[in-house]
């Protein structure tokens, strides 16, 4: 019951699939991530459970379609038992993963084990992205950080010494405190340590109801004065380091971008599960979004009550495409685009076509909707003039063929 | 109904202790409206004085009662506006009546509007019945309470009724008691007619409803009256009392209140206030007390979107039919486009009107820095009247300038007397009086600038008093001041619509307070935005607001769209509250931060 009722599966060539291991050592200050601290054992068993039986209602509607990507997010996945872990995968093994083009799973320093990183062999895990976000004490106590220093730099060692996977790590830029110095120098010491094909720099945001919002609400903590300087320096050291800038804020070694967030960017179907995970998928009469509360008890109990389902409009999934898309360098294709709205942009939306071409935030392409870095930088004001345009358009116009 | 058997009282209280309450039990007790269809807080009939608690028009009800004696009587009911901005409309009110309930919160005690209230009554013979309310609640101190009474108002504290507004209890005896020591009106029915007018309203089926207490003679349909003020005739449609709505009758009597009809095309022809005649036999003396009302506080409206303009202008229309005492004509700004100058009766007045332009028309606007009027003498012997920055004459034309002052009355424990006394002299006040009720309450009198209460001062005076300390004002001259005109400059460019007059030595502190305050409510563009306070050439305060944060570049939650999207929905919302200025995106928020300045 459920799930199944909504969705189409005929539409689907190949899915993504995602994990969330809604459990941490603590929270990160900064964090507005769903995951517990302090989980029992006990909860960590039921939420297993509660996939497997999430997992058993999707494989039976999806029959052998094609997983192309999996990702095993958190939370801190490392965190959790090996048994757990291995149950975990041994279930994933149930769908068909013929043709599976990436494998990742997520770690936290304090929790990387040689025993867990043999687990990942063994399961054909081939992407580990681990979340350093600095190698500066001052600045991980400021984050508010399980992981010391020496603990990270220990992580990085047995990676080096075992790991024969790809490797992305985590940073943030912007912390309080933080000097254009002691950011490059993260990041050139991270990459000296480790065989690393990428890297995501945040910054650092004050999430709503995160300590970290509430420090700079209440105690007086200021915001980084050269929070935007930094963070291009930082853009251009990494382009010169070979690792390039392809989506906002994820940079890789040519052809090892992250498949899987690539799904999200451009918008294919993808699954995800475990409380406040969401999905997008087609449905009987549109593109659907899945999402499990933020709720992981609830999860446990009756994951079908945990799942809410929203049909989106149209214009909703127009403007999704581009809220993705467009954080991509390479911007939205031009075909997928015709197949998916039955029309080009260009045709559905001239004035606003116009405007993008007039204040040059389009660059010129044959085959993308491509933006320059600065309307990438500054994308929340391209998209509010995207969806004022939309508000214009008459609703009936636009029709939706997705998956194309 | 005969003389004998009516009786016009009234509620007079500080604002919260009860009066709307007590006017809903009274409603419900008199069996006129059924129960189900029973709204709380009834006679606060517009939804913004239901939500803000205060009661803004006076209303007024009649009500059947059979005393213990078995005798039937009509009782009239007139609710009085709770503001101090309304107190000339407390004043007709009152002068309506025979009766006063002096309604007094147990839990509070007396306060700064019971007391004026309470000397307006006796200064019009009302017999004043002492009314304790809230005697449910744990904290509440009778005893205190009729201390007061007999100490503070000289009032025989064994006369006092002691109810629970909310639980009902005490009604019985209060309402023998309404019957038994309100004296019955007298009046002549004979005589030619005198009739006070003490509001109106504007009804679409019928037009002006003219609320009036009949002091003599007969009013009735197909009369033809004569308005004191104003000389102007009409010819009466109809007449009536208030039942919860209007109710016909034949006619109204010497002693009566009630309403009539006659064409009156809008309110403003209709003063609060003024006395009603006949044409034919008119009366000889008007009744006293007529003052028109003028506006005190004065601000501009414009639309947010220009081509609102006619919305706003319409709407402004309908506000009209329904505010005598709101005032406006055509205004226009560089930075704003076209708009409405408004004349306010006070700073609550004047957000009551904000309110119900946004909510009743859907209107999205803003107002400019509230202004009071300012007497400018020029060099060449002229004297002009000023109340908009924009009218200000170059300063070497100035001989002397002079502003309104007001007759402040503070009540409050003597706990936080220090703290008020150090704001009235950042105010500018000079303290006339002080004058200790007992041992823990005190009264001062200060002479202040009207301009600095219009700001922050009851806000303020209310948090450093922790809600205890209590105010009321009236309007006493003109006195000598320094003024300057204080410009805002954004990017560069002065915004007129944000300039002010004010006292120069406050000019500097004031310019900070501003620029500080829009430096946080206008968004960060992808340029800086440098925000700056100027009197004359010089620039004396200056904020910048960096450029844009590039927020994009925040870690992307997985396949959560739907949160992002809706964040974009809420900015794109936002976006239309906002004004262009030049390049510079001003949100309607930032035009009300400057209303309310000063707060460090
Ligand atoms: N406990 C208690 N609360 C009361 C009583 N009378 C009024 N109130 C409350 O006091 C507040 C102010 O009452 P209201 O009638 O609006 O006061 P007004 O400003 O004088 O019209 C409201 O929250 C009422 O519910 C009473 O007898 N007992
Ligand atoms: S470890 Fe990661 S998911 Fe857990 S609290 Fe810290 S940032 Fe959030
Ligand atoms: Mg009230």
């Known amino acids: ?404 | 109904m005969k003389q004998e058997n009516i009786r016009n009282f009234c509620i007079i209280a500080h604002i919260d202790h009860g009066k709307s309450t007590l006017a809903d039990r009274f409603i419900q007790k008199s069996g006129i409206i059924s129960d189900r269809d029973f709204r709380d807080q009834i006679l606060d009939s517009m939804d913004i004085e239901r939500e803000r608690g205060i009661t803004i028009k006076s209303q007024a009800i009649t009500m059947p009662y059979t005393s213990r004696s078995g005798e039937n009587y009509a009782l009239n009911l007139v609710d009085t506006p709770g503001h101090v901005d309304f107190s000339y409309e407390v004043s007709r009110t009152i002068y309506a009546c025979e009766g006063a309930l002096l309604l007094i919160d147990a839990t509070q005690g007396v306060e700064a509007q019971t007391l004026s209230n309470f000397f307006m009554a006796l200064e019009h013979n009302l017999e004043i019945i002492p009314v304790i309310n809230k005697i449910d609640l744990p904290s509440s101190d009778i005893e205190g309470v009729k201390h007061q009474i007999d100490h503070e108002l000289g009032l025989d504290p064994d006369s006092a009724l002691m109810v629970s507004a909310k639980a009902g209890t005490g009604l019985e005896e209060l309402l023998e008691a309404i019957v038994e020591r309100v004296p019955a009106p007298k009046g002549d029915r004979e005589a030619p007619l005198k009739a006070l007018i003490f509001d109106s309203h504007y009804d679409s089926y019928r037009g002006v409803v003219v609320h009036i207490r009949v002091f003599e003679g007969i009013l009735k349909p197909e009369d033809i009256i004569k308005l004191w003020s104003t000389k102007a005739q009409y010819k009466v449609e109809e007449t009536g009392i208030f039942k919860i709505s209007l109710a016909k009758t034949k006619e109204l009597c010497a002693g009566e209140v009630g309403y009539f009809v006659a064409g009156i095309k809008t309110i403003s022809d209709t003063k609060i206030g003024d006395t009603i005649t006949q044409m034919k036999n008119p009366c000889t003396q008007p009744l006293e007390g007529f003052r028109e009302v003028k506006p005190v506080v004065f601000s501009s409206i414009y639309p947010v979107d220009a081509n609102d303009y006619d919305e706003l202008a319409s709407s402004m229309e309908k506000l009209k039919l329904n505010d005598a005492s709101l005032v406006y004509e055509k205004d226009s700004s560089a930075a704003l486009g076209f708009g409405f100058r408004c004349g306010f009766l006070g700073l609550l007045h004047l957000e009551i009107v904000q309110e119900r332009i946004e909510r009743e028309f859907g209107l999205s606007i803003v107002f400019t820095a509230p202004s009071v009027r300012y007497y400018i003498y020029k060099k060449d012997g002229q004297m002009i009247k000023i109340d908009n920055p924009l009218e200000f004459p170059d300063v070497t034309y100035i001989e002397k300038t002079e502003e309104p002052y007001i007759r402040a009355t503070i009540m409050t424990p003597t706990e936080y007397l220090g703290n008020i006394i150090n704001l009235c002299l950042e105010k500018r006040g000079e303290q006339t009086s002080m004058n200790y009720l007992d041992e823990k309450r005190v009264e001062i009198i200060y002479e202040m600038p009207l301009s600095e209460v219009v700001f922050d001062f009851y806000d303020r005076l209310k948090s450093l008093s922790r809600g205890y300390a209590s105010f009321d004002y009236s309007l006493i001259d003109y006195k000598e001041t320094d003024l300057v005109k204080l410009d805002i400059l954004i990017n560069s460019k002065p915004v007129d619509a944000l300039s002010m007059l004010v006292f120069k030595d406050n000019a500097y502190a004031r310019a900070r307070s501003i620029c500080k305050k829009l430096s946080n409510e206008i968004p960060r563009h992808q340029f800086k935005v440098p925000i700056q306070g100027a009197v004359g050439n010089s620039i004396i305060a200056r904020e910048t607001i960096p450029a844009l944060r590039k927020d994009v570049t925040a870690k992307c939650y997985g396949g959560d769209i739907t949160r992002k999207r809706k964040l974009l929905e809420k900015q794109k919302a936002g976006k239309k509250r906002m004004k262009m200025v030049g390049n510079v995106e001003l949100p309607q928020s930032a035009f009300l931060s400057v209303l309310k300045t000063d707060t460090e």
């Open chain 1, 1 to 404: 019951m459920g799930i199944p009722d909504y969705i189409e599966p005929g539409k689907l060539k190949a899915l993504a699939l995602y994990i969330h291991i809604p459990f941490c050592v603590e929270k990160c200050d900064y964090c507005a991530f769903y995951s517990v601290a302090h989980s029992k054992a006990e909860w960590q068993e039921k939420w297993l459970q509660a996939v497997r039986l999430e997992f058993a209602k999707c494989r039976k509607l999806i029959g052998d379609i094609r997983i192309s990507t999996i990702f095993i997010g958190g939370g801190t996945p490392s965190l959790l038992k090996l048994p757990l872990l291995e149950g975990l995968f041994k279930e994933i093994e149930l769908f068909n993963l013929d043709g599976l083009e990436e494998y990742s799973i997520e770690a936290n320093p304090e929790s990387l084990s040689p025993d867990f990183l043999d687990l990942l062999k063994i399961y054909s895990i081939d992407r580990l992205s681990l979340g350093v976000q600095s190698l500066q004490p001052e600045e991980l106590a400021m984050l508010g950080r399980r992981a010391s220093l020496e603990h990270t730099l220990e992580a990085l060692e047995l990676l080096s010494a075992k790991w024969q996977g790809r490797l992305n790590l985590d940073f943030i830029s912007g912390i309080p405190g933080q000097s254009q110095a002691s950011l490059l120098d993260s990041l050139e010491k991270a990459i000296q340590m480790a065989k690393l094909d990428h890297i995501s720099l945040y910054s650092l945001s004050a999430e709503e109801k995160t300590a970290l919002q509430r420090r700079f609400q209440n105690e007086g903590l200021k915001h980084h004065p050269n929070h935007d300087s930094l963070w291009i320096k930082a853009y251009c050291f990494l382009q010169s380091q070979g690792f390039l800038n392809y989506e906002m804020a994820n940079f890789a070694k040519p052809g090892k971008e992250c498949r899987h967030n690539l799904a999200y960017w451009n918008l294919k179907p993808y699954w995800g599960f475990g409380p406040s995970a969401y999905s997008t998928l087609p449905g009987k009469k549109g593109v659907l979004r899945l999402s499990y509360a933020s709720d992981l008890h609830l999860f446990n109990g009756r994951a079908d009550k945990a799942l809410a389902i929203e049909s989106l409009t149209p214009k909703e999934f127009l403007t999704d495409t581009m809220i993705m898309g467009w954080r991509l360098k390479q911007g939205v294709s031009k075909g997928v685009f015709l197949r998916r709205f039955g029309s080009s942009l260009e045709d559905l939306l001239p004035g606003f076509y116009d405007f993008l071409v007039n204040k040059r935030i389009l660059l010129q392409s044959k085959s993308h909707y491509r933006l320059s870095l600065k309307s990438r930088l500054f994308l929340d004001d391209v998209l509010l003039e995207l969806m004022g345009a939309l508000d214009e358009l008459p609703s009936g116009l636009l029709r939706v063929n997705w998956p194309e």
